[in-house]
């Protein structure tokens, strides 16, 4: 399980990816790319992410605390 970025309301600025402590998250052209093997579900970026436009399936809306 990894967290799923919802792409229509990111806006880009990079907070999750400086935040995610196990490089699970990396800046692509046009969107962020999370990367499930290495995502340990800490949901450090989920806290950090300014649109909470990140969520963890299964854990349903943490992104809106
Ligand atoms: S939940 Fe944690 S490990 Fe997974 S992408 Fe977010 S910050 Fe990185
Ligand atoms: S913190 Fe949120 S808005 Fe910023 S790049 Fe990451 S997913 Fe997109």
New binding site residues.
């Given amino acids: 399980m990894a967290v799923v970025?919802?792409?229509s309301?990111?806006?880009?600025?990079?907070?999750?990816?400086a935040?995610c402590p196990y490089l699970a998250?990396r800046?692509k052209e046009t969107y962020?790319e999370v990367i499930p093997e290495k995502c340990t579900e800490c949901q450090l970026?989920i806290k950090?992410?300014?649109?909470?436009?990140?969520s963890l399936p299964g854990k349903d809306n943490e992104s809106k605390r």
């Fill in positions: 970025i919802d792409r309301k990111c806006i880009y600025c990079g907070a999750c990816v935040t998250l800046l962020v970026c950090a992410c300014p649109v909470g436009c990140i």
